[in-house]
């Protein structure tokens, strides 16, 4: 029994762990409530696990199972699902499930998505205009979902028209939703507002950004009406006489009055854009319908009226005849002779009453006007009006001016290089009218450009005109005409020349240029080698070539024949850089090589400090100096043994520490590069050196202290005696004092 009672308090225990851990865990989910995004946008959701002490495992999913169309993201006790662009796929319920152990929990959140990007557009028909039908479209662009929108169109105050959307979707999409309205519009809408309003009913989203709309001002606009036409003092003229004709018409814009000519083949001649028309000196040839059009941006409206110009019997001739084109700078003579009059009487004028800028001659029936060194102020219709009785007639001699005094003038920016573009320039001095001339630049007979100055001349004047291109000569150039060709294109005019041309003939020269500069028979040479430096240039005439040696103390110029330098015997002192220059007078070329002039180790020495003989424990420096192109390396092996050690130094010395007499023996040092090598031998010798107790024993210590004490005394004693047999006695007083 008490064994039973233990299992199921074990069991209920663990029970209670379980229950426990399944109440400790809480999964939330932000935003806490359903989301409204906007299509394009991006948007996150977040789970987070709060309570659990194991790590927490995320997976997120949609209710209806479809796909996430995001990307998840977990870091610890959170997991993020990120939807970036939204779009109409997101528009789901997504569940997020968290397990904690054995655990479960489970968190929805409700996706809505929406697109209203921009605001509306407004388009028209057409421009509009009084009376006329338009049409006004309003454009609700990328919207959805278009089920929620309502759209209005206002002019002014004044609702045109409210559109509702409310059919099903067939598919999640955003669509562009339109709204069209035709009316007619009056005066009085001129100026009004045209508005454009679209309503996305989504409580979620904001207020602001649940409405859009865009306004356009009218500007309403009127055919011209109404034209009418005044004529003074009548529509019946005689020759010689003058009319004034006044046109008016209506319309918004205010229309801009035009006076024309109907011609015979039904064509109109324009005469004047203004709205007063004012014909003198009438000739029979005026007679006509004339055609007042009051013309602006939407329309216009005509008006005809015709005039009569009654005829005299006399009749008037002119020469050289109706029209005469004049060289500017010449001198023209004008004539006017009438038959079946008598007596005639004679004037001159110009059709726009300005001077004549000319002498009158009158002799009987014939008058003439001399106009000398015409110019700009001649270029008229001069009228010729003969009087006969009370009767007048007059004839009209137009005076056309040209001017084309020189051939073209061929000009080149620079010499003719080959492969250097160069401008051409093909000018045409003094030329007028200009808006007729043509020019063309020919090579050979080929056309390499035309250009033509089809323009309005604002003033009257001679110009220098040009035609420029571009142009890369080549050797197969030389000796080709280019042609500079002129046309002045005035067919009614009877005048010659009205071509001219210019030629020139090519001559391409050539820059140096293929340059090749070499080192025979190789850049890298041995001291001794003959070399021979060579520059050559392509196949170009008349260049020099001139050899250098460059340093920093100056430039050396070489004596080379035909490009060529040769060095015998090269040494050191010609390594360096050399430097070609290939030029002519159209331009030059450099190339430059290095030298490099190699040497093989020479005048070799070796010195030993502090001698070839030393003694145990010592050091030896050996030192070995070369002279050498490229530094050679230096090695120094003991060749006297069977594994002799092999030291390198690139200095040239070496330094042997603490020797011993196994280092006694037979050295060889060598220094050798690339190019070869130098040798010698030395020999060395380490002498034992005595065991340092004998030299510092104490027996010997004292024996060499006595003797120092020894030796002194037996002289003194020597010294003393003498002196006694000299006196015949010895005092070690007497001594005592000639010691001190």
Known sequence: MPRKMVMIFGASHILWMVFATSQAFKLEIFPESEIVAQIGNSVSLTCSMTGCESPPSFSWRTQIDSPLN????TEGTRSTLTMDPVSTEN??????????GSAKAEKGIKVHVYSFPKDPEIHLSGHPVVGKPVTVTCLVPDVYPFDRLEMDLLKGNHLLKNKDFLEPMERKSVETKSLEVIFTPTNEDDGKALVCRAKLHIDEIDVGLQEREITTQLQVRISPKNTVISVSPSTMLQEGGSVTMTCTSEGLPVPQIVWSKKLDNGKLQLLSRNATLTLIAMRMEDSGIYVCEGVNLVGKDRKEVELIVQEKLFTVEVSPGPQVAAQIGDSVMLTCGVTGCESPSFSWRTQIDSPLGGKVRNEGTVSTLTLNSVNFENEHSYLC??????????????????SFPRDPEIEMSSPLVDGNPVNISCKVPDVYPVDRLEIELLKEESTIKNKTFLVNMHKKSQETKSLEMTFIPTTEDTGEVLVCRAKLHIDEMEFEPKQRQSTQILNVKVAPKDMQFTASPSESVKEGDTVIISCTCGNVPKTWIILKKKAETGDTVLKSTDGSYTIHKAQLEDAGVYECESKNEIGLQLRSITL???VPPRNTTISIHPSRNVKEGENITITCKTFSHPPAVIILKRVDVANGVTMCSKNGTFTLYRVTQNDTG??????????????GRIEISVMRRENNKDYF???????????SLIIPAIGMTIYFARRANMKGSYSLVEAQKSKV
Request: glycine share 6%; hydrophobic share 30%.
């Open 385 to 402: 009006t003969v009087t006969c009785g009370r009767k007048k007639m007059e004839k009209r001699i137009k005076v056309d001016l040209y």
């Open 70 to 73: 995001g990307k998840v993201k």
């Open 697 to 707: 024993s104490p027996e010997l210590l004292v024996l060499y202290c006595a003797s």
């Open 596 to 598: 490099d002039v190699k």
């Open 91 to 100: 528009e789901h319920s997504y569940l997020c499930t968290g397990i904690c």
């Open 666 to 679: 037979v050295y060889v040092i060598s220094a050798s590069n690339e190019v070869g090598d130098d040798s």
